[in-house]
């Protein structure tokens, strides 16, 4: 008993709170960032351009943006930017109902 | 006479009768002439043939509602109509026959006409190509079919790659419980809610990497365990790990209480990383150099900086050896300074000024599997969370020389310098920017001056000012030669 009480190294009275990291700081995997921007652009190229291949990069990028997010990140401009691309192919598909041809062809 | 006279005048009349009448008589006979043909036939019947021309001409399109015109029509008048009505079709040939005339019409063939009557009232229409329609033909678009596929497939590798990543987390802390439970007060803090309490179970900071805050216990402030798991959640990763193998990381960062280290700057890891990590490191690359390695027989792939070798030996213990021979692929770096600061960020180029330090000890291990991870991997990660605790414990207990001691000490005495004379030679660049600037603007202020009086005055006391300087600067250089 005396044995483990000596041998004992937890001290409850020397607690420290957890200091979450700094979260405006880049440094760490600017991925999600990335892609949300390259995103919004192709969106913005899909719908001014009625490009449809434009729209579906667009709903891509949105969903590997979501997919690299961070807990501490706000919501909001994921669900923006996926709402916006999968607008930007509603857009060009009411447009022209054509189907997409491949470059080949 | 008079008979002459009265004859002369009954021819005049009758002339101009003649005259007059043929002008009215111009359309009639024109009318006549057209509908020449039509003369056998009753007024009705010639009425319903230009009708019927009317229709053809007015609307071309639909043959059948004139054809109907034609035959309500036709059904109203007698018998000689219902027998116009076929004679009408028949004679359909012959009303329009000057239409089919060759020499009349160019380019037209007479045996391409269609035969019968609907069809050659109508004109030959060319149909557009009708767009593939959504109803009809699904196999044309195949691209989007495609392109739906593969967001489906994405979100399905998304969810199990989440679900994998979490189910490792989980077994990670399920076998380490106990021994953080050994070792710390609390297990588990967000650091939001208002009391310590240990919520015992991971942050997720994101789909792949987990922390865990844990406090509470002798010598050390607090212990922040990462788990930075492979991103298999995202497609395009979880691909490029299958072209370029990677393992999930386990970081160790263990903070010390400012008292409870001695001053000494010590790394060994994977050669690979080494490199990297004395860029990122500022206290690496200022404090430590590099030592052989061989001197306590470790294995080859490892690199070793140390600043004070008489810290390294006691850190570097036959146990530790013994771990670092066993766990030689899954240890990547092991990293105790007092100096710690975290990797100095890319941005900030300027060392002015001293980055906040922390006496800590980071350790890194790779998981074994190299991505294909599976739990019981996890597990058999125990045996190096035990190492950690043993240099927790060991660099707590470590008390150096004096002579060590000072050399330390004058190291980061150094070090410090170096920072004050760097932000000094700032502040003066900065104060002599805005010397400059502050006598940029008064000069412009007075060339902007049209009072040539102010400006004289400005010049002359500039020069005097100048000059002033300028003595002084000899003065200083006289008392020193002497």
């Known amino acids: ?105 | 006479m008079k008979l002459t006279l009265a004859l002369s005048l009954v021819l005049l009349v009758f002339l101009c009768q003649n005259v007059g009448g043929k002008k009215s008589h111009k359309p009639a006979d024109l009318d006549d002439n057209e509908f020449a043909e039509f003369e056998d036939f009753d007024d009705e019947g010639v009425l319903s043939s230009a009708e019927q021309e009317a229709t053809v001409e007015e609307e071309a399109d639909f043959p059948s509602e004139s054809d109907d015109i034609v035959k309500t029509q036709a059904k109203k008048d007698d018998d000689n109509e219902e027998e116009e009505d076929e004679g009408v079709v028949e004679n359909d040939d012959d009303e329009f026959e000057h239409f089919t005339d060759e020499d009349e019409f160019e380019g037209f063939d007479k045996e391409s006409r269609p035969g019968k009557g609907k069809s050659h009232e109508v004109p030959d229409l060319k149909i557009a190509k009708v767009p593939i329609h959504l109803r009809t033909n699904w196999d044309s678009f195949y691209l989007e079919m495609l392109m739906l596929a593969g967001l489906g497939v994405y979100f399905l590798n998304f969810l199990a790659g989440k679900t994998k990543n979490g189910k490792l987390a989980q077994a990670w802390m399920s076998s380490h419980r106990s021994i953080l439970e050994e070792n710390f007060a609390i297990i588990g803090d967000d650091g939001l809610s208002k009391e310590a309490k240990g919520t015992g179970v991971f942050n997720k900071e994101s789909e792949n990497v987990y922390t865990l805050w844990c406090s509470g216990r002798t010598c050390v402030e607090g212990m922040l365990v990462e788990l930075r798991l492979l991103k298999r959640q995202d497609l395009i990763n979880v691909m490029t790990t299958i072209m370029k193998p990677a393992s999930d990381q386990i970081i160790v960062k263990v903070t010390m209480d400012a008292s409870s280290m001695d001053k000494f700057c010590f790394c060994i890891g994977q050669k690979k990383v080494m490199a990297k990590l004395l860029k990122e490191q500022p206290d690496l690359g200022q404090f430590t150099e590099k030592k052989a390695v061989e001197n306590y027989n470790l294995p080859e792939s490892f690199q070793l900086q140390s600043e004070i070798g008489e810290a390294t030996s006691i850190v570097l213990d036959k146990k530790v050896c013994a771990y670092l021979e066993k766990y030689e692929q899954q240890i990547e770096y092991i990293h105790i300074s007092d100096q710690y600061s975290g990797a100095k960020s890319q941005y900030d180029e300027n060392q002015s000024k001293m980055p906040d330090v922390r006496p800590s000890l980071v350790f890194c291990f790779n998981v074994p599997g190299k991505g294909k991870t599976k739990t019981s991997d996890v597990d058999g990660m125990l045996p190096l969370m035990k190492l950690v605790f043993y240099c927790v414990d060991k660099v707590g207990r470590l008390a150096l020389s004096k002579e060590k001691r000072l050399k330390a000490e004058k190291n980061r005495a150094k070090a410090a310098e170096g920072y004050l004379k760097a932000a000094h030679s700032q502040l003066q660049e900065a104060a002599q920017l805005r010397r400059e600037e502050k006598r940029r603007l008064a000069k412009e202020k007075i060339m902007n001056e049209e009072d040539p009086e102010k400006a004289r005055k400005w010049e002359e006391r500039e020069s005097k000012r100048d000059m002033k300087k300028k003595q002084a600067k000899t003065k200083m250089m006289k008392v020193k030669g002497m």
Request: hydrophobic share 40%.
């Open chain 1, 1 to 105: 008993m005396s044995t483990a009480a000596i041998n004992d190294v937890k001290r409850p009275n020397k607690i420290h709170r957890y200091k979450p990291k700094d979260s405006s700081a880049p440094g760490d995997d600017p991925t999600p960032d990335y892609m949300n921007l390259l995103g919004m652009i192709f969106s913005m190229c899909g719908l001014m351009m009625k490009l449809k291949w434009c729209a579906w990069c667009a709903v891509y990028c949105s969903f590997i943006s979501f997919a690299n997010s961070r807990a501490s990140e706000d919501t909001k401009q994921t669900l923006s930017s996926f709402m916006l691309s999968i607008s930007a192919v509603v857009m060009s598909y009411l447009q022209n109902p054509q189907p997409m041809t491949p470059p080949w062809q």
